[in-house]
Nanobody
Framework: QVQLVESGGGLVQPGGSLRLSCAAS????????MGWYRQAPGKQRELVAA???????NYADSVKGRFTISRDNAKNTEYLQMNSLKPEDTAVYYC???????????????WGQGTQVTVSS
């Protein structure tokens, strides 16, 4: 079994910061790309940021310059540092990871359970 466990969500005032973590556990061979998505009420899930196994990153235009994605391959963990938060960043944030269970199998995408981020005064 593979699990992605998120932590770090919560309530923060506009202009504040939060750091989300997502740890992969279980038995697997390797992790390729990892990412963060979010879904606000009544809206579709959208990509926030992604990072490849060699550290290349990409961001949604709405978060560029404010959010930073990173990963610690030794800990099988990714992070999302969110600064200068705005009310429109309010959403459930989901992490995902594209990983291979064995060297001989195709990779599959796994998702975390989601963590609520609320930006409000």
């Amino acid at each position: 079994q593979v699990q992605l466990v998120e932590s770090g969500g919560g309530l923060v005032q506009p202009g504040g910061s939060l750091r989300l973590s997502c740890a992969a556990s279980g038995t697997f061979f390797s992790i390729n790309a990892m990412g963060w998505y979010r879904q606000a009420p009544g809206k579709q899930r959208e990509l926030v940021a992604a990072i490849t196994s060699d550290g290349s990153t990409n961001y949604a235009d709405s978060v560029k310059g404010r959010f930073t994605i990173s990963r610690d391959n030794a800990k099988n963990t990714e992070y999302l540092q969110m600064n200068s938060l705005k009310p429109e960043d309010t959403a459930v944030y989901y992490c995902n990871a594209d990983l291979k269970r064995t060297p001989f199998r195709k990779s599959s995408v796994y998702w975390g359970q989601g963590t609520q981020v609320t930006v409000s005064s």
